[in-house]
Each structure stands twice: as structure tokens, then as C-alpha cells.
């Protein structure tokens, strides 16, 4: 539950280094970006893909090897990502980083924008090993370029305690330092800050510390209410996670509603074979065994396998 929120999270800042840099632009590919980029914001990830494919070709015929070519790969690369899809999304990140490496140098911003979102795409695949290295030089070159308590940064930094907890029992006071300095310099109402405290009540829910989790998980979900749809992936995440939290309490129906309500919306908007809905219905499946509705559990279960059949 924990680490597909972060990596979700963490895809704003390869989707908002394109209105930064080109907010200007009223190019045939600029005006395609952001007709793209709105759709992802909508979590109309399909119609997204369809239209960063074709402002690829558009952003070729200033080069195979322009920024713009670079910026569309790492954004449909996000797409990618947010579907499912690891595979085509390592491919584009990489072939993102090729292109800035070459033009834009070692210390450009726009690198460490990639190189977080491929550390990212690494840590949601188990690969955290790989992921932290990453990691480490974005937030180098992001200091260099921003200073060392900008959001970016901060950002950053959030991802970095996060990856680290998973191994980490001492993470406790990463975690709420990022989440100290995140709110001085986020609006109270930013879905980065909604991470940040998702983060945090994740680590003391797998502590069995619930009673602090319980109104950190809230406080998200009122922060993600308030700047995203209710059936965007982000927000059925914190329900998820919020809903787990309470089958471990013991409070059967109220997860059992917050349950079905991440499900449905995952359903929605990820599809049927996405891993989100499989970790959805293997959750559902747990609470129901708790709840002592063998023949429910067992369905779920059975769905969970079959979404991850090709």
C-alpha cells in the first residue's frame, strides 16, 4: 500500500518540469503535452498515452535527440508507469536520461526529474538497491541547482526516508523531518504534502502504533480531497491503506467499506489487471477471512489470481 503512494506521488515533478519549461510554448507539441498532461491529471491515463505518442513524433522533427524528445519520453514514461506497464516505462525513462545526459549536462534539474522517477519506478518493482543511488543524485544536483530546502528537494528527500524505512527501523525521524520541512514550504492543501503524511502514518501503522496513524491517514485523504477527484489513484491508495489499518484494529465494516471503495475506484480508473486492484482484492480477501466469510475470501482471492494472468 505504502510504496505505490509514494511512487504515484513522486510523478508530479516529471509532469510539472513541462508547463516550468515551456509554459510559453503554443508549438503544435507544447499545446499536445498539455492536452496530455491535463488527461493524466484527470487520471484519463489512456487517452494521456495516446496523445504523448503523438507528441513524440512531434518533438522529433526538432531532433531525435531535443529536450523535447527527452521531456515527452520521461512523461509517457509516467504514464506508463502509473498503469502497470514497468517494462515500456524503464525503456522511456532510460532513453530520457540518454538524451539529457548528452544535451543538458550532469547537473541540470531536468536530470534529477529522471533520474527520481526511474528510482521511483525501481523501488515500486522491489528494486530499492538500485533505486537509492538514484535517488542520492538527484537530490545532489537538485541542491546544487535549487537549494537545499526547496520543495523539489524536499521532495526528493521525502522519497528517499521513504525507500529507506522499508529497511530501516530507525526511518521514524526521517520521515517526520521531511514532513516538518514539507509543510513550510507546500500549500496546506498539496497533494505532495498528502504524501508526506500518508509516509509517516504508513510507518506507524507497520509499527502497530494505529492511534497515530489513524488521523495522519485523515488528514490525507482531507488534503486529497480537496485537489483531486475521489476516484483518482492517489486518494484510493490513503483509502486502502487507511482501510488496512482498521481490519487491524479489528474494525471489520469500517474496512470493509473503505475497502470496496479503493477497489471500485482502482477498478475504474487502473483497470482489472493493474497491481493496484491485485493488492486491492488480496487485501479484501484477508478481511474477509477475518470477518469468517470463507466462500467471499475465496473469491477474492480467486480474482486476485486471475489478474495476474496474461
Known sequence: MFLKHILRLSLFMAMNSFPIAFAADDSPWALQCKSAQAAFNQANYANAEKLYMGAIELAKKFGEEDSRVAITFGSLAGVYQVQGKYAKAEELYKKSISIKEKILGANHPNLAVSYNNLATLYNQQGRTVDAIPLLQKAIVIMEKNKGANSPDVLMLKSNLAQMRSENQENALPELEKTLIEREKVLAPDSPELAQSINNLAEWYRTHNEFEKAEPLYKRSLAILAKSLNADHPYTSTV??????????????????????????????ILGPKHPDVTQSLQDCALLYHAMKKDDLAKEYELRAKATQNN
Open 239 to 268: 483509502l486502502n491503506n487507511l482501510g488496512v489499518l482498521y481490519m487491524a484494529k479489528g474494525d471489520l465494516k469500517q474496512a470493509e467499506s473503505l475497502l470496496m471503495q479503493s477497489l471500485k475506484s482502482r477498478e475504474k
